[in-house]
T-cell receptor
Framework: GAVVSQHPSWVICKSGTSVKIECRSLDFQATTMFWYRQFPKQSLMLMATSNEGSKATYEQGVEKDKFLINHASLTLSTLTVTSAHPEDSSFYIC??????????????????FGPGTRLTVL | AQSVTQPDIHITVSEGASLELRCNYSYGATPYLFWYVQSPGQGLQLLLKYFSGDTLVQGIKGFEAEFKRSQSSFNLRKPSVHWSDAAEYFCAVRLASGGSYIPTFGRGTSLIVHP
């Protein structure tokens, strides 16, 4: 259980184009998903928190107009990199928060990560 | 401020040897603690987590971790390392209740396994 998928796993695009990355929780509902960016040999940098049915919360320094996030359902969040440039090339990872019922035997409150998307902008 | 420290950037061990990866945290309240592993070009896989109860937790792939409140540590251990364990390991900490439920990640420790 607790599987998160991402699509595509890699993408190459020309500078100025937009790229959409999908993140899906396959066997649980996730009211909250997260988008991270990871540079080589570095830790994850949280970009934004995506809440189902509401606007995403962006971390300081992340351009919300450039990185559009939509969390239209309890199992799907999308990240669109608009007008991509070479400096946007990176490894993007999403995660989904599995909660279960607070206080119940199945309570987990754990983030599960997708396999990541390698974006290369030429 | 809340922080997570993984003091070792790289750890090199021989296959079959024991392993301990260190993680220290600075939090003002009871934390939830996690260890994740990332293979090259992949996402993060949850190895184990500690919420409460027994301070020695067992995870997947033969890993275990011990929560030591007095030392603010949550070190990851494995008695015998396999070559397939070579990867990047991340410790993550978040508040158990109140405040932000978003975890803070350490910078990671790269495990190199020699045959």
């Amino acid at each position: 259980g607790a599987v998160v998928s991402q699509h595509p796993s890699w993408v190459i695009c020309k500078s100025g184009t937009s790229v959409k990355i999908e993140c899906r929780s396959l066997d649980f509902q996730a009211t909250t998903m997260f988008w991270y960016r990871q540079f080589p040999k570095q830790s994850l940098m949280l970009m934004a928190t995506s809440n189902e049915g509401s606007k995403a919360t962006y971390e300081q320094g992340v351009e919300k107009d450039k990185f559009l996030i939509n969390h239209a359902s309890l199992t799907l969040s999308t990240l669109t990199v608009t007008s991509a440039h070479p400096e946007d090339s990176s490894f993007y990872i999403c995660s989904a928060r599995e909660q279960g019922l607070a206080g119940g035997p199945l309570y987990t409150d754990t983030q599960y990560f997708g396999p990541g998307t390698r974006l290369t902008v030429l | 401020a809340q922080s997570v420290t993984q003091p070792d950037i790289h750890i090199t061990v021989s296959e079959g040897a024991s392993l301990e990866l260190r993680c220290n945290y600075s939090y003002g309240a009871t934390p939830y603690l996690f260890w994740y592993v990332q293979s090259p070009g992949q996402g993060l896989q949850l190895l184990l987590k500690y919420f409460s109860g027994d301070t020695l937790v067992q995870g997947i792939k033969g890993f275990e971790a011990e929560f030591k409140r007095s030392q603010s540590s949550f070190n990851l251990r494995k008695p015998s390392v396999h070559w397939s364990d070579a990867a990047e390991y991340f410790c993550a900490v978040r508040l158990a209740s109140g405040g932000s439920y978003i975890p803070t990640f350490g910078r990671g420790t790269s495990l190199i396994v020699h045959p």
